[in-house]
Structure formats: structure tokens, C-alpha cells
């Protein structure tokens, strides 16, 4: 399984979500690898705790370097070995395996998603990880990039036929967020555009498979019925409200339940501190159990073959 998480906007959690649902992914059992592709800010080795690449691979040893035909092998870590964090790496002999690979500190996007040696070397890049892990997560930049172009025509079925390639778009709830979704998807130079474009004189895919494929996940979501006691019964109702439209909004934008992977709570540790949520940060009393489950609750639909059913 192939999976892209994308945005359009930038802060929706996007990597620090998809970094825990790989680590629950290895709780599970799954070997897991997370692919950097977030050309502008490669920062996945600060999420997972992996100071020499916290800011992304040195120069010429990373994703970007890769695609460019620089070198043959980016680089890989092995999280629970890599990690600065004492409590992650104590568990690097339980669950499936963990791997990041980063991109090139300050690498950006100067590289043509038209260039087919660099479509050729992300085929064989992800070809190689498929047959690896179970699951293979690419984050991907925000909005309408070159990482999303690249991502579309390498995984097109006349390039990988028969596999399991899936894009999770994630949106703070929030009717801008929702809007911009709906737009990443459905607008100019959005998924279905794009991925429906002939390149050869034949489309990379149907609309119809390509919708098949995509998934919505909603973070930081608020429970406006659960207000700490500050807010008053007029705001309190404003906020139902609010949360109603919003619900209406995503079920117009065909953003509504039946494509909805899932949803994580508001989470004042990463408000904080973007990171890894351990069992022992929850049993600390540090992080929320909601979050977490929150978390094991994506990692199970997300492999559970169930959730792909056409919509």
C-alpha cells in the first residue's frame, strides 16, 4: 500500500499526524516507511526526534538528490535506532519496522514533473518500498506541487498496475480549510484535473478510480459540546452552530462522512510540540488517551480493506 497525504494549506497537521499514524502503523505490527517528499520543509526527522536530519538529509544524500539522478540510494533510517528520544528507541524491538527517508535539507522543488528520468526514479523508488513494507507512506508538499504532479504520474496503472495507491488529504475543520480541500481536489490543477490529464494520448486515470482512491482526515477537530466552563451558554450555542454548518459545508464539498478516514481531537502537546505521542506520554498524564486513539483509529481503518470500497 501506497499512500500520499497531501493539503493545500499549510499547518493542518498533516506530518505530525501521518508521522503517528506511521509509528501506530509499527505498533501494529505493519513495517512502515515515511517518505519525506515535503520538497519545501523536510522536517520529519524533527518529528521523529532524529537530530542529524531534523531539518532534512545533508545535501546530496536525500530525496531530492535521488530524483535528480545525483545518487542511486537516498539515504534511510531506521527510526527506533536513529531517534534522540530515549522512550522511542526503547521500543525498537517491538512492532514492525519504522523508516524514514528524508529529503535534502534545502532542497525545494527545483525539479521538472515533466522530466520523465525523474518520474522514472520515483517508479522505481516506490516499486522498491511497496515490495519492502506493507505500508509506505509520502508526505507530500502543500497544495498544487511539483511532489503531487510527480506522485500522480508515477502511480498511474499503466505504471503500477494492481497496486494498492491511496491519497489522504488532510483539512483543519475550519469552513476555509474545508473550502481549500474541496478545492485541492475538485478546482484547477487539483487532483482530479491533474490526475485525469492525458500524458501520451491516455489519461493517468478514470475520475471515477481516481475518487476511489481519496480519503479526507480532519485534525485538531474541537468538541464544541465539551467547553471548559469559560465559555458562556451563548457562545456555547454559537458553537453548535458552527459546527453544524461546517458538517453541511463538508457533505456539499463532498467532504461528509462517507470519505472521511477519520478525525484527531484538538491536542494541546502538539499546539506545543509537534512529536510522536507515546502510550507513556498518555499514562504521564502528558497527552491526551483520545488522541491517541484517535491515532490507532486511523491506522486500522487506513489498512482495513473495507475503507477503499468505492464511494
Not at 536525500?62 to 536513529?82: C, F, K, M, N
Not at 497544495?143 to 504532479?149: D, E, F, K, N, P
Not at 475538485?186 to 475518487?211: M, V
Request: aromatic letters at 6%; charged letters at 25%; one cysteine or more.
Amino acid at each position: 500500500m501506497i499512500v500520499f497525504a497531501t493539503s493545500d494549506k499549510g499547518g493542518t497537521g498533516r506530518s505530525v499526524t501521518s508521522c503517528n499514524l506511521a509509528y501506530r502503523l509499527g505498533l501494529r505490527g505493519t513495517s512502515t516507511a515515511y517518505v519525506d517528499f515535503d520538497f519545501g520543509s523536510p522536517t520529519a526527522g524533527a518529528l521523529f526526534e532524529i537530530s542529524k536530519v531534523d531539518k532534512g538529509a545533508e545535501p546530496g544524500r536525500g530525496l531530492h538528490s535521488y530524483l535528480r539522478g545525483e545518487i542511486t540510494d537516498p539515504q534511510r533510517l531506521d527510526v527506533r535506532v536513529a531517534t534522540d528520544r530515549e522512550a522511542l528507541r526503547s521500543r525498537r524491538s517491538r512492532g514492525g519496522k519504522l523508516f524514514l527517508l528524508p529529503g535534502d535539507e534545502g532542497g525545494g522543488e527545483a525539479m521538472a514533473a515533466e522530466d520523465p528520468q525523474v518520474v522514472r526514479r520515483c517508479i522505481d523508488l516506490l516499486l522498491e518500498l511497496d515490495a519492502a513494507f506493507k505500508v509506505v507512506i509520502v508526505d507530500l508538499s502543500a497544495g498544487r506541487s511539483v511532489a503531487m504532479q510527480i506522485a500522480l504520474e508515477a502511480t498511474a496503472p499503466k505504471y503500477m498496475p494492481d497496486k494498492e495507491v491511496y491519497w489522504l488529504l488532510f483539512h483543519r475543520w475550519t469552513r476555509q480549510h474545508i473550502m481549500a480541500a474541496h478545492g485541492l481536489v475538485n478546482g484547477p490543477k487539483g487532483l482530479i484535473q491533474t490526475g485525469t490529464a492525458e500524458i501520451g494520448r491516455q489519461p493517468l486515470y478514470t475520475e471515477r478510480e481516481l475518487r476511489r482512491r481519496i480519503r479526507f482526515v480532519r485534525t485538531a477537530v474541537p468538541r464544541p459540546g465539551e467547553q471548559p466552563e469559560t465559555v458562556s451558554g451563548p457562545q456555547a450555542a454559537w458553537l453548535l452552530r458552527q459546527d453544524a454548518a461546517l458538517r453541511s459545508l463538508a457533505a456539499e464539498y463532498r467532504l461528509g462522512a462517507g470519505s472521511l478516514l477519520g478525525r484527531t481531537p484538538v491536542e494541546p502537546v502538539l499546539q506545543w510540540r509537534e512529536q510522536i505521542i507515546l502510550d507513556a506520554d498518555v499514562s504521564a498524564g502528558i497527552a491526551n488517551r483520545e488522541t491517541v486513539d484517535a491515532f490507532e483509529d486511523l491506522a486500522r481503518k487506513l489498512i482495513a480493506e473495507d475503507t477503499w470500497v468505492p464511494i
